[in-house]
Structures are given as C-alpha cells and as structure tokens.
C-alpha cells in the first residue's frame, strides 16, 4: 500500500499542468500524476501542505489508472 497527497491543481490550462479540466493533482511519494476525475474507496483525512498554507487531502491503498476518463481509482 502506498500514501497519496491529493491537491487542488490550481495551474491547471497552463503549459504542462493539463486542459482546464485536469483539476487533481496525485501524489505518489515523490511521482506526480494530473487527472481530470477521482475514485477513492478507501479512508481519507485533511492534512495541511508542507508550509502550513494549501489544505490536502491524503489516503493510503494502491492506485489504478483509467486512461480513458482520466480517473485515479484508489482501492
């Protein structure tokens, strides 16, 4: 099982951030993934970001990802 960060991409339309509906960005130690959709079906909790400022949320199971819509499904 591996720990996911997932933020807000608040970059997102802008040159190698995704189209404007890419508005998920996944965090997979130190790999970072950009999707346009979520499933998450495992416990999440609210954290803040390293410097106290952008709310997160994190979780903790295994990724899938659905090329085709753009979902990260985490189980």
Same mark, same amino acid.
């Given at each position: 099982?591996?720990?996911?960060?997932?933020?807000?991409?608040?970059?997102?339309?802008?040159?190698?951030?995704?189209?404007?509906?890419? =508005?998920?960005?996944?965090? $997979?130690?130190? +790999?970072?993934?950009?999707?346009? #959709?979520?499933?998450?079906? =495992?416990?999440?909790?609210? $954290?803040?970001? +390293?410097?106290?400022?952008?709310? #997160?949320?994190?979780?903790?199971?295994?990724?899938?990802?659905?090329?085709?819509?753009?979902?990260?499904?985490?189980?």
């Amino acid at each position: 099982m591996n720990t996911y960060h997932i933020r807000f991409n608040k970059s997102r339309g802008q040159t190698g951030r995704g189209t404007m509906d890419h =508005v998920w960005r996944v965090f $997979e130690e130190e +790999k970072e993934y950009i999707f346009k #959709n979520l499933d998450i079906n =495992v416990p999440v909790k609210s $954290e803040k970001d +390293k410097n106290g400022v952008d709310y #997160n949320i994190t979780c903790q199971g295994i990724l899938t990802v659905d090329k085709d819509t753009s979902t990260a499904i985490i189980r």
